[in-house]
C-alpha cells in the first residue's frame, strides 16, 4: 500500500481494473478494514 496511490476500497474496487464487478458489499468493506489496518495479523 506504500506505493498505491488509491486509498479506499471504493476506490479499488471501482478503479483497479473493476474488481467491484465481482465484489460483494461485505468484501469491499473487508477490504476498506484491510487498509485501514484493522485486519492485519
Given at each position: 500500500?506504500?506505493?498505491?496511490?488509491?486509498?479506499?476500497?471504493?476506490?479499488?474496487?471501482?478503479?483497479?481494473?473493476?474488481p467491484g464487478?465481482?465484489m460483494n458489499?461485505?468484501?469491499?468493506?473487508?477490504?476498506?478494514?484491510?487498509?485501514?489496518?484493522?485486519?492485519?495479523p
Amino acid at each position: 500500500m506504500a506505493q498505491e496511490f488509491a486509498k479506499t476500497a471504493e476506490e479499488i474496487a471501482w478503479r483497479r481494473s473493476k474488481p467491484g464487478l465481482r465484489m460483494n458489499a461485505g468484501e469491499i468493506a473487508a477490504l476498506d478494514r484491510w487498509i485501514a489496518g484493522e485486519d492485519k495479523p
